[in-house]
């Protein structure tokens, strides 16, 4: 069970997470329909609708330690059944950005990598490049040989190109990489 004691809120943690999700936290009346219509929260420590309950309260180190973070994968389908129009999907990210921010240690550390090396790759080249992506992964996970085979295949039907391709406009690969930067 988890007590709720004055040492664990953080009051200006609602305002903070408020202002960078643009979302009206204070709003959200518990219905339960994002958790209900959410495709993957059987994978969750905490439901959607206990998140926003967690925000309410300023529980900020459970949100920052939380697998939810890492796991939502910005479906929308919550923002689609919110009768308050939250999306908790701009929440989920304004968390992750908030726990890289302030260091914490991801609670899905494989998702995290992806995360980084997926903007990487895209700051790199302006555009998806699987291989890089994969070999990336794979490097900085200490699985070499994952998917390998998969990508054989892939590749003998023609669908990876092994080397990268890069967008031509310089001047907007810069404006790619310099919001990636924020995020
Ligand atoms: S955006 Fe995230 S929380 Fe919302 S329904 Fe999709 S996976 Fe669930
Ligand atoms: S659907 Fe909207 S109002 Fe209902 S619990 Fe989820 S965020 Fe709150």
Known sequence: MNIITPEKTDKQFLEKIE????QNLTACNQC?????????A???DIMPHEV?????????DD??????????????ACRERC????????????LRREAVKEGVKPAEPDVATFHKNFMG?????GRLHEVMLTALQNVFTFKPFKDAMLGVGLF???????LPGRIKDAGFLKLISGRLKKN
């Open 52 to 60: 926003m309950r967690s925000l309410q309260w300023g529980l900020k």
């Open 63 to 76: 949100l920052l330690n939380s697998h939810f973070i890492w796991l939502c994968v910005n479906c929308m």
């Open 19 to 22: 202002k960078e999700s643009g």
């Open 42 to 44: 059987g994978f969750f």
């Open 32 to 40: 339960g329909k994002c958790t209900a219509g959410c495709p993957i």
């Open 83 to 94: 009768p308050r129009e939250i999306s908790v999907s701009e929440v989920a990210d304004a």
């Open 121 to 125: 790759v895209i700051t790199m080249n």
């Open 156 to 162: 003998l039907k023609g669908r990876l190109k092994l």
